[in-house]
């Protein structure tokens, strides 16, 4: 099949890391992928793609100045991107499109009409991630048109009106086990773990909290936290004035975690929201024991509590304390829990969802050949 691909860019983030890693995984089955990426393409791709992948940037995501500059602007993107899907086969349109993110699917979908069969995929869950009332009105008005709306648990599909709804098929995110190549950092163990983009979503401080007040519980734990972004400077004030700057460590982002989730001893997921929290899924393949704040949408379709992992109410700093400090405690606990971690390799398995994705892709493109 010949399948183009439209993402805003390739840098790092968990919506970029599965799509980068599902485009290899279809190119690998030997489909034609054809990616554009609405940046300019002076920062190269944090992921690696696929050799048989042709990836162009399409220099569409500059900033606007002002309201009315900003609908010039997109109405730009939408005739180069459809110029661009048009002929992106030798000239040739692709026999299917398929698109991530919210304001990229409306864009997609607002190039390509009803000309081509589109598959959007929403990554997080759109009641907790506001995107302005400008593109939820074009949201609303663009997904009916969408062959398919991918989305990554029933709660996000019951979120859209019964008339997205129908499109709606749930695809989880395919879970792999991590990368080990390139260094690791040394880190004292026992280890308690995050791993995620530095942002209020993520919900650190919480989990700082949590950790300060278990500290003189259990002082042979380090907690650390893998991740980059705007809330770092905020996180080493608070750590600070916890007094445990020695004992939380914020190491940076790792393009090869694995080595780290493998000597961890717990993994704690603190998010407010999630779409699919691929970290969560991760360390469990890692064979690290969770705890989760059971947030919209994602972790109870992924711990199964009291088999794997702790499920606690979201946002609840006083039960992720609780949870953290019974796990932190009990060694054979964590141990019973490591062992049944790794079966969401099987769960949640690249070549099912994979089989998951084609079958779609397939289906979309049959009907659009019968109209």
Partial sequence: MNLVMV???LQMGGAEGIFARLAG??????????????????????????????????????????????????LGRVRALRQAIASAFDGQPPQAVLSFMDATNVLTLLAVGRSLPVVVSERVHPAHY????????????????????????????????????????????????????????????????????????????LLLTAFGRLAAHFPDWTLAILGEG????????????????????????????????????????????????NALCEAMACG???????????????????????????????????????LMGDETLRRSFAEQAPNILERFGLEKVLDMWETILMHITKDKETK
């Fill in 7 to 9: 993402i805003s860019s």
């Fill in 25 to 74: 995984s279809l190119a690998a089955r030997g489909h034609s992928i054809t990616l554009f990426t609405l940046d300019d393409g002076s920062v190269p791709p944090f992921y690696a793609l696929h050799p048989r992948i042709r990836h162009r940037a399409l220099d569409l995501a500059r900033t606007s100045n002002g309201p009315l500059a900003a609908i010039f602007a997109n």
């Fill in 130 to 205: 506001d995107i302005n009332l400008f593109w939820r009105s074009l949201r609303r008005m663009a997904y009916p048109r969408a062959a398919a709306v991918a989305v990554q648990t029933l709660g996000v599909a019951e979120f859209f009106p019964p008339r997205i709804r129908a499109l709606c098929h749930v695809l989880p995110n395919p879970v792999t086990a991590p990368e080990t190549e390139g260094p690791t950092p040394d880190m004292h163990r026992p280890l308690l773990l995050g791993m995620g983009r530095l942002d209020r979503q993520k919900g650190f401080d």
């Fill in 230 to 277: 705007p809330e770092r400077e905020r996180l080493e004030r608070q750590r600070v004035s916890l007094g445990l700057a020695d004992r939380i460590l914020l190491p940076g982002r790792l393009n090869a975690p694995g080595g780290v989730l493998r000597k961890a001893d717990l993994f704690v997921l603190s998010s407010r929201f999630e779409g699919f929290p």
């Fill in 288 to 326: 690290l024991p969770a705890v989760a704040f059971n947030c919209p949408s994602g972790p109870a379709e992924i711990v199964r509590h009291e088999v794997d992992g702790l499920l606690v109410p979201p946002g609840n700093v006083e039960e992720l304390t609780d949870a953290l400090s019974r």
